[in-house]
């Protein structure tokens, strides 16, 4: 079996138009959330996927605050009635093997948006796509955009449309408004200009698989993803129950420590390697059917030093990757879709695609991902969740505000200083 491909055929378009009012390049869920909800608006919208869906992609675990994204989107419906495990919490599962309290999510915020879906990629990506289609996007897979072209404007270079090539090899040149890059880790007009600043601290890389019949809880823990810590503390497993009694597993740890001095084993043998070093993880998996080989990714994260400029405007992972740890990805996906959308919406209305207006919302964007980077670092700095809450019990909330996503909340801010404390009070102890 494969993970990859359900039965269900894409959209879509065929003849390109020379002229959009707004060309998104990728049909992952940044570039589909922010062509649907500018589509919304009434404007003409042209999407280029170079894949035809549904195609294989990492990235399966949702978290709560995607809710507000997806009602916009007008997709919840489609959620509750997919096959999409329910996921109602995290729960961490340290170098001894033994289980943290879970944080449910609705436990803090009882109400519809506080569980979320574990969902696969090829399956969600196809409906996100369909669903912009459905609302006016003009869709067109199997383009791939080979260049986004610029001008020279009094202020700097303004992105003017796409050179793009079809499948039959022919190439065109589509004229455009407002160019928004959501090619994901491809980073198109990041790489273009030279924006990309790696982030030093968070230098990974994760391997990965899917198990059949591997263990899962029950009712509302059967979806619970869990974080599973190496006996070394070197790294961490994901584990992740999706449909199909399938389980995604994965680790994830320092490039370096995977890869450097196992240089002539091949990522299999790695895998299995740090699946004995996980004592929480191999009673789990010991009856499972490991489903497909290994996959890779070297996932630095990194981060634009621009989120906008004349004429452009970048979305998720073409403007940044943060650690997948708290499974922020799809979240910043959405949000950064939606604020951009908003942005470019009131930018058209106005007649004015600068910087200024399209990037409006990007101060706003890095604060809250700055404050799920710092709950990462934290963690490979070795921040234990259920030490810190049996310390300070008044603050669980918070700490569930952030695996839930509700990153754009100055009050998440308060846990900030328990943690240097908590912190100083260990180097102290250790010292
Ligand atoms: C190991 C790992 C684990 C992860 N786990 C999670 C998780 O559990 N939860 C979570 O939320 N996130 C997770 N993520 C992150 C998540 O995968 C991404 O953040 C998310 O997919 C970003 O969406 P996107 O739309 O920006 O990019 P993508 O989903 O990558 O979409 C980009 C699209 O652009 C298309 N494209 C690229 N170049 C071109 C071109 N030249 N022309 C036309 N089309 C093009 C691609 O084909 C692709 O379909 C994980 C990431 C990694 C690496």
Redesign the pocket.
Known sequence: MSVATPPNASVIATDLPAHAEVVV?????????TATLVAQQGRQVTL????R?P?F???????PETFWVLERLGMLEQMRNSRFVEKHSVQFVNEKGSLSEPFYFADHKPQESSRTWQVM?SEF?LMMLRNAAQHGVDVHEG????EVCFDQSPTGERATGVR?QGESGTEQTIRADVVVD?????T?IMSRLGLREWDPELKKA?I?TYWKGAQRGNNRDEGA?LVLQLANKQGWF?Y?PLHDDTV?V?V?AGYDYLFKDRESKAPEAIYFEEVKKCLGLVPKIAAAVQLEPVRV?K?YSYRSQQVAGDGWVL?????G??D?LY???????LKS?ELAADAISAALAAGDTSAARLGAWGPEYIRGMERMRRLVCEFYDGFNFGKFVKRYPELKGHVTDLLIGDLFNERVDEIIQPLQAMRAAETAGAG
Not at 48 to 51: F, S, V, Y
Not at 327 to 333: E, M, N, P, R, T
């Open positions: 390049i990728g049909g992952g869920p940044a570039g589909a959330t280029l996927e170079r894949e869906f195609r992609h990492i990235g399966e675990s949702l978290i990629r990506d383009v791939r955009v080979l793009v959501a090619s994901g880790q491809g198109m994760a990965w993803t994901w992740i995604s994965g994830v990714a996932e979305v998720g992972d073409a403007f990757f943060l997948p499974s922020s990805g799809i979240l910043l996906a879709g």
